[in-house]
């Protein structure tokens, strides 16, 4: 996927859209084709947090990577998810985490004969183990955990797709790599007419995507694509 450009921005031009409080915005990326699986068996981490304040002109650009992994996560007590090493995936491909010597390594498998984006990891340790979905950075060197699974036992995997869902969700006190907590799960910005959550799949997109951010008439948060 060819690397994308996110804008959010908020503009005293028009009064009708002016931003009327402060803002924090938690941006997730999660697999498309498992959104009904959300807070169930994978649950969304802050990929992105951006504050706004009220009244004001501002911009925030987010470059998108086209790089994920599988990662094995440690988690302290503020909810805050850390990758402590990975394996970069490609789309219809696996990795396996293996002990070799004593030694906890990632090592690829074939190529996956099934149809569609489907990405796998497998867990070969004698042990239980937590895996994450990240975006890797240009450098290849740092790993931000998008989505956490279920802890994946002995000789299973985990079957999901890349993570291009992008959710936006209007939280406090956040901050990045922390575990978006279930009470949130209904404050997402990015909905459908009938008020359904609609996260923007970012292939989807051209070289860039811009939204504005702004309240209603009755001071609720909004998220839209400019008109």
Known sequence: MPPKKLVIYTSTDDPTKKLKSATQILLTLTPVADQSKLFESQTPIAWKILPFAPYRDATSTIDVNQSFSFS????????????????????????????????????????????????????ETPVPKTFALCEVDDSMKRFRPLVLFKSVLSSQEVVTSPPVALQAYAVAGYEEGQILGADRRNDFLLKDYKGAPSPIDIREVGKSLTLQLFSDHAGKIKLNQPY
């Open 72 to 123: 094995v996560v440690s988690q302290s007590g503020t909810d805050v998810v850390t990758a402590d090493s990975g394996a970069i995936v490609q789309v219809r491909s696996s990795v396996v985490l293996e002990d070799v010597a004593g030694s906890i390594e990632w090592t690829m498998l074939n190529s996956l004969d099934i149809a569609g984006d489907v990405i796998m990891a497998r867990n």
